[in-house]
């Protein structure tokens, strides 16, 4: 497949008046600062130097191509006995079986899995103003980020749930340490490494986040920057995404349910607006941070649905989710004024992803001048 770079598929760069976003070469702990915070949320809370991060990985530079050669020599000198590979095919069938689990199908289960995910939401939220508190990078920068990692996600076919995943853990990362713009490229390759070995059944190596970002940073750094992520986040990494939630409430409302001749009763737009939706509001920290994974999940399944098919379906989201338009009111406008103003931001992976075929061009779809709150 095709190559993806920093360098080449976007410029990974500000495209405000900050500086741009340039790379290094090296890390080390006065890269990372820690946020001395208490639990009053002070929002003076003044960054500390990190002294307490012991990280050491006993290794030597290489560069991609060397990293894949090492593997492949290690892979024809190593003799895997019979029984060996037997248990690990049968794994491989196990880790198949598992992946078509459709935790939706079980009815008696959904709402109390609902009712823990609102729990459990509010500890792994980052904090909305944790750009306030960084000195070198700000939401520009993220948004060039996150929409570099849509790229990635979708070049190494990855699951929407690890790309939600892998953003969870930069915000989450970023609410308690200040990075130096050289290093945000990396915490996305780090983030996104971690979030697909807990997600994925078969991750990308190590080696192929190396590649991704140019051989910019060398295999050595990022797993130092995986294991910072990991003690910084305490393992926390099992975090309710806004696509868990859209996916479960798409569910309840139909929209995956197909018609006699295999397809949706819509096409599957709604489904694909929805998650488009969901996705735009990764890449505007500065708009979105303040809601809750499932107050965004409930506000853009209502207005997709809305758009899709003219009438309203908030009365049943209320009393599945227990929001209210009233509620949802400003989490609503402001998808509704990102999705006005997506033709003409700077990044556009998004709208390129939505704009085709498989997701029936819902980037392309003609938005009304108002929002008719009154008719969600």
Known sequence: GTRVTA??????????NASSISNSSSIGRSHYDIYDDDDDDDDNDIPSTFNDLDISFEGRRMSSTTIFEHHQQQQQ???????????????????????????YSLPEYRDDILTYGKEAEQRY???ANYMERQSDINHSMRSILVDWLVEVADEYKLKRETFFLAVNYI???LSMMSVIRCRLQLLGAAAMFIAAKYEEIYPP?????????????????VL???????????????????????????????AYKKGPNGVCDDGGRWNSLAMYM??????FGDCFLKFSPSMISTSCVALSHYLINMTGCMSELSRITSYTVFSLSECLNSIFTTLHNSPNVPQQALRVKYNSEKYHFVASLELPETLPLDLL
């Open 278 to 283: 969901l996705e735009t509001t990764t890449v």
């Open 125 to 127: 939220m980052a904090k």
């Open 77 to 103: 000198k190593q003799h895997i006995p019979t029984e060996v590979a037997a248990r690990q095919h049968r794994r491989s069938l196990i880790n198949q079986q598992i992946a078509l689990l459709d935790v």
């Open 205 to 221: 190596d190590v080696a192929e986040f190396v590649y991704i970002t140019d051989d910019t940073y060398t295999m050595k750094q």
């Open 224 to 254: 130092q920057m995986e294991q910072a992520i990991l003690k910084t986040l305490n393992f926390l990494v099992a975090a309710p995404t806004p696509n868990y939630f859209c996916c479960d409430l798409l569910d309840r409302l139909g």
């Open 171 to 173: 915000d989450r990362f």
């Open 7 to 16: 360098a080449n598929s976007r410029s990974f760069k500000s495209n405000n």
